[in-house]
């Protein structure tokens, strides 16, 4: 939950000041019942996800760290510098996917203790277009 709170609050707060600015939307507040926990022993440590948009941001950044694994291993990028092996870049990946691991549980995760397959795809666009407008910037600086 320390993850989602950390990466979420910029995102929507920034969304809703300009939808405010722009008169679109205002302030609305619903209070919700929380889901009760059961008292079996296997569901302890697990967390379940729904298709919340509070889910995305993690689940993108998840994905990207990913796609730069198979970019890395797979020797699809040269290091920007002649003699560096990449060695760091690796590294904070690693940091990032253990940082991010109950959203790497919920990709393999089936029913209320996986991501939604909605959820998946509209991440997996947002980081295959964030890696594209990398690539292409950085062939025009080239």
């Known amino acids: 939950m320390g993850r989602i709170n950390a990466t979420n609050p910029w995102l929507f707060g920034a969304i809703s000041v300009f939808l405010k600015i722009l008169r679109v939307s205002g302030t609305v507040f619903e209070v919700t019942q929380k889901e009760q926990s059961s008292n079996n022993g296997g569901d302890e440590g697990r967390f379940t996800f729904d298709a919340s948009p509070l889910f995305m941001p993690g689940t993108t950044i998840l994905l990207l760290q990913l796609t730069a694994f198979v970019v890395g291993f797979g020797g699809m990028q040269s290091p920007s510098v002649n003699d560096a092996s990449g ?50 910037a950085s062939k025009s600086q080239v």
């Open 87 to 136: 060695l760091g870049e690796i590294v904070c990946s690693v940091v990032v996917v253990i940082c991010f691991w109950p959203f790497v549980k919920g990709l393999f995760g089936k029913g209320k203790y996986g991501i939604p397959v909605s959820t998946i795809c509209k991440s997996s666009l947002l980081s295959l277009s964030f890696v594209y407008l990398v690539k292409s």
